[in-house]
């Protein structure tokens, strides 16, 4: 496995060479301050925003606090921020994976996937045997999935699904009798998004892969491998925010396939109010200039006052983000990071090791699980401002991958997402500086080797 991986990234940092080594995150301070922050709020639903917002933030000035990061978001992404949705937390594979495949069986128009991993294994089955029964009602479906997500599933598996009429497109193939354009191999597409009928959607960092069968905390007895105790987090939207989610899909779609991007009502059905929630997404794009959540991430934790907890399967940040998280723990804001102590790649966690020295000293507060394999991209500020997706803290997500995150506000979603989180780091060892200091002294050269990977992860 080892070998494997070294293998795996030796081929993508020399693809990145032939692509004049890559693009590198800007270093400007006006990733702070974009624009004047005196832009009124573009907002989108049924809800007046003022009334969104006295619901979502009941006090005068946690609601000037909350304005102030709507604004800072939609100078970054210029996107709307859409109100009256309702948002469902879901913690583990069977918990997700029974929401969406009850979307799934109930499709009657269409069902539109995006995907890094698509295997064969038992999600996998069940996945595939819900859209053969749907497109054999007629149901319309799509998937866009990562080639190098697939390496592990076997080649009839998606045979089958093409022979039922399922318009499958492939990512950036590995293979260059596929696309002789081997300078994009570095390119991944690494969002994980699903719409059924312009009416449900969900994100959040799970494939589509049989690691989701059970749960973290609880699974059943005799499985203790890592494989069988992923900890991973999605939601499930409904409201007007899922034509957003929509877009997202078939614009790409239409840009993959050099055509025009469907439209009408059947793909973007009228969206009522369906809950409080006020929610906007942020997106990166592949090979593109675009930093989107990048940007918002290092404004939002400038902007925070009391508390940045983050959850994160792959965490590898640059010296800007680095350099956010210490100042905000030194000015008294209690950040937490709930990292991965055991993970599918040797190199990603230390790589994520080698930082913690400065936000230890700085006064970050680190905690890894040992007993399953962390792999939630999830953050929570101040209570008011939370985010769900696929984004990880690190090159590949910033820079190298399209990726999308939802970002809901206000304090019911943040309050939930706080208790998990303190349910999580229950699981969790608290790394201390003094801890961390008495490490063994083997680990350190690796600590170190494994940094210099940073950019490629």
Not at 237 to 256: A, M
Request: with cysteine; hydrophobic share 45%; glycine share 6%.
């Amino acid at each position: 496995m080892m070998v494997r991986q070294i293998q795996i990234i030796l081929m993508f940092m020399a693809a990145g060479m032939l692509a004049a080594c890559g693009p590198s995150l800007p270093d400007s301070d006006e990733l702070l301050i974009l624009r004047p922050l005196d832009c009124e709020i573009r907002a989108e639903g049924p809800d007046a925003l003022i009334h969104a917002l006295n619901a979502a933030i009941p006090s005068f000035d946690e609601e000037r606090h909350l304005r102030r990061m709507l604004r800072i978001d939609q100078a970054i992404t210029d996107r709307p921020v859409f109100t009256g949705n309702r948002v469902r937390l879901l913690i583990d594979g069977p918990m997700a994976y029974e929401a969406i495949f009850e979307a799934m069986r109930n499709a009657k128009h269409h069902i539109h996937v995006e995907t890094f991993i698509l295997d064969d294994e038992e999600m996998g089955r069940t996945f595939a045997e819900i859209l053969l029964e749907r497109r054999k009602a007629g149901v319309e479906v799509r998937i866009i999935y990562d080639a190098f997500g697939i390496l592990n599933a076997e080649e009839e598996y998606f045979e089958r699904l093409k022979q039922s009429g399922v318009q499958l497109f492939k990512y950036n193939p590995l293979d260059p009798t596929e696309d002789f354009r081997v300078w994009r191999i570095n390119q991944r597409h690494h969002r994980k998004i699903l719409v059924v009928d312009g009416k449900i959607a969900f994100t959040g960092g799970m494939n589509i892969s049989g690691v989701y069968s059970h749960s973290s905390f609880s699974p059943p007895a005799g499985l203790s491998k890592l494989k069988d105790r992923w900890r991973d987090t999605h939601i499930r939207v409904e409201g007007p925010i899922v034509t957003e989610f929509q877009r997202l899909f078939l614009r790409l779609w239409g840009k993959l396939h050099e055509i025009p991007a469907l439209s009408g009502a059947a793909y973007y059905p009228e969206t009522a109010f369906a809950g409080p929630s006020l929610v906007r997404m942020m997106v990166s794009s592949a090979g593109d200039a675009e930093y989107d959540i990048y940007q918002v991430y290092l404004s939002i934790f400038a902007q925070a006052r009391r508390r940045i907890w983050v959850t994160q399967g792959y965490f590898s940040p640059d010296e800007r983000l680095l350099g956010i998280l210490e100042a905000g723990a030194r000015r008294g804001v209690d950040i937490r990071l709930l990292l991965p102590g055991a993970t599918d790649s040797w190199i990603t966690i230390n790589s994520s090791r080698a930082h913690y020295q400065q936000l230890l000293e700085a006064g970050v507060r680190i905690f890894e699980r040992k007993d399953a394999l962390q792999h939630a991209k999830t953050a929570v500020v101040d209570t008011i401002w939370s985010t769900v997706g696929s984004a990880n803290l690190d090159y590949r997500s910033f820079l190298h991958a399209n990726e999308a995150n939802a970002i809901i506000y206000g304090e019911e979603f943040g309050g939930r997402m706080e208790d998990i989180f303190l349910i999580d780091q229950k699981k969790n060892e608290e790394i201390t500086l003094t801890v961390w200091q008495q490490r063994p002294w083997y680990r350190r050269p690796v600590e170190f080797f494994a940094s210099f990977f940073d950019y490629w992860l």
